[in-house]
C-alpha cells in the first residue's frame, strides 16, 4: 500500500482557474515537501515543511500555496493557472533532524490548457 | 546557482552488461543521494554517498568530493533496471531540499 498518497493523479485545468492537490502521508514524518517536474527538467524543489511550518520556499509565484490542515497532510493550491504550470507535482517527506531519506509519492500530473 | 550534471543522458544495455552513470556538480554539499525513477513516474532513494564508496545489492556508488563528481555502478543489469537514475545534491541545512540533475535514461534489453 502507497505511503504517500496523492490525489488526484492527473488532472485537466483551463487557464484561470484553481486547483488543489492533496498529498497524505503515513510515515509518520514531521517534514513534508512539495517538488515539480516538468517536461524536459530536472525535479525542482518548490517547498519544505517541518511540524506543519514553512522551512523553505523556493517557488517565486505566490500563486503556489501549501496547505497544513493536519501534521501528515501537506496539500498544494494553485491559484491562476497558466499552461506553464504544466507539470508532474511530487509531495515527498522525511523524518526531520537531518537530511533523512526522502520519500515520495506518485505524483500528480496537471496539465493546464 | 548549484548545478548538477549527469551523463550520459541515456544508454541502452543488454541484459546482464553492467552500467556506469556519471554525476558532476557544481559546489559541495552535505548529501549526495541516487534515486531510480520509474517508467510510471515513481522515485525512489538508491543510495546516500556524500563522500567515498557504498555497496547496496548491484549498485555502488563511489563520490570524490574534492572532484566534485560521483558514480553509480549497475552490475548485471536486469531488465526491471530500465528507468531513469537521478542524482540529487542537498543543500538544505536542515531537511531535503534537493537539487536533481536531469537524469541518464537507461534501458535493458532480453
Known sequence: DPKIIQKPKYLVAVTGS???LICEQYLGHNAMYWYRQSAKKPLEFMFSYSYQKLMDNQTASS???PQSSKKNHLDLQITA???DDSATYFCASSQTGGQNTLYFGAGTRLSVL | GQQVQQSPASLVLQ???NAELQCNFSSTATQLQWFYQSPGGSLVSLLSNPSGTKHTGRLTSTTVTKERRSSLHIS?????????YLCALNYGSSGNKLIFGIGTLLSVKP
Not at chain 2, 548485471?76 to 531513469?84: A, E, I, K, L, Y
Open chain 1, 18 to 20: 484553481e486547483k488543489i
Open chain 1, 63 to 65: 500563486r503556489f500555496q
Open chain 1, 81 to 83: 493557472l497558466k499552461p
Open chain 2, 15 to 17: 541484459e546482464g552488461e
Open chain 2, 76 to 84: 548485471s543489469s536486469q531488465t526491471t533496471d530500465s528507468g531513469t
